[in-house]
């Protein structure tokens, strides 16, 4: 679940739909209240599992690579922190993020805040908003200032953060109005992309088409890019029955004509829920090491223990892998 989206049911609703999907071959996992529930595959920890059998955490990487993420591409997607963003907390919470380290943050919302008002906070903790998730606009007044506001923030990208229908027809508009504004957004300097959950890879819109296949054959590669969420491109992978769900996520990831130029960085537990990262089962050095990207956001739909060490974790995590 990302910023105002409930992911998982979306996901079930699509699995649902599956005329020839064989449920035996999974196992449900339980989600945290609210965030509904997940799908593993039997067998598919030890599928996601760093080569040599340390499930997820990749420390070390594989034998001979040594490159890391450089600090000044970690980002996190503030959504993980949303039980703390009110009030004092605001400041709080961004001052915490600048003493782990963090140099940039995904926006969810200004918190009640002009982008100008934001901006000016933020370069005194030296944090840019690099990025933002960002609806469909719903006119041309509306895209205009959606803009305006990313300008003035210095972001760098801005990215649709989830579209959700079983009509072959409504993802195809879409992917057209997409097109239309990233052509305003890339003469304004944005880079502007799209942001997967697991249902683009598991709707069947009729005869087997996907919203994932839509979309990738729709958007325009030179104006919209991909912010992967590794999470939940490897539960699509589990949803479509993926011997290796990793590996469906590289697919995905190495196969789509579209610049994937972001991830969301979110482990997966063994019975499919959400976990901090390094503590999970997913293989974040070998999809790195196919194809590293621009922006490393760390995030968590509902952190372990506290948010705030949630992001900590993460931040620690992403510094020291090795791939």
């Not at 890391?68 to 993020?97: C, H, N, W």
Request: one cysteine or more; a negative charge.
């Amino acid at each position: 679940m990302c910023f105002g989206f409930d992911g998982a049911s979306e996901l079930n609703k699509s699995l649902e739909g599956k005329k020839n999907l064989n449920r035996r071959n999974f196992l449900r996992g339980a989600l945290a209240a609210g965030a509904g529930a997940g799908l593993a595959v039997a067998g598919a920890s030890s599928a996601m599992a760093a080569p040599g059998g340390h499930p997820g955490h990749g420390l070390g990487g594989k034998p001979g690579k040594g490159r890391k993420v450089p600090p000044g591409l970690i980002s996190i997607q503030l959504y993980t922190l949303r039980s703390i963003m009110s009030g004092d907390g605001v400041d709080a919470t961004f001052e915490a993020l600048a003493d782990y380290g963090y140099t940039k943050v995904e926006l969810a919302g200004l918190y009640g805040r002009t982008p100008e008002a934001m901006r000016a906070y933020l370069d005194e903790l030296g944090i840019t908003p690099s990025s933002s998730h960002d609806g469909i606009s719903n006119s041309p007044a509306a895209l205009q200032a959606k803009i305006a506001g990313a300008v003035t923030l210095g972001q760098t990208y801005m990215n649709v953060p989830y579209l959700a229908s079983s009509v072959a027809d409504d993802w195809r508009r879409w992917a057209d109005q997409m097109n239309a504004e990233a052509a305003v957004a890339q003469k304004a300097g944005i880079k502007y992309g799209y942001h997967n959950h697991a249902h683009e890879f598991t709707t069947d819109l009729g005869g087997g088409l996907t919203p994932w296949e839509v979309f990738t054959s729709r958007l325009d590669p030179k104006l919209v890019h991909l912010e992967v969420d590794l999470y939940w491109a490897v539960t699509g992978g589990v949803g479509v029955g993926a011997a290796d769900p990793v590996q469906f996520a590289i697919d995905v990831i190495t196969d789509a004509p579209q610049k994937v130029l972001e991830y969301h960085v979110k482990d997966r537990d063994a019975a499919g829920g959400f976990a901090d990262l390094g503590t999970g089962t997913i293989d974040f050095a070998r999809i790195f090491d196919a194809h590293p990207v621009k922006l490393y956001a760390v995030e968590n739909d509902q952190p372990d223990v506290t948010a705030l060490q949630t992001a900590e974790v993460g931040y620690n995590y992403l510094r020291e892998l090795r791939f």
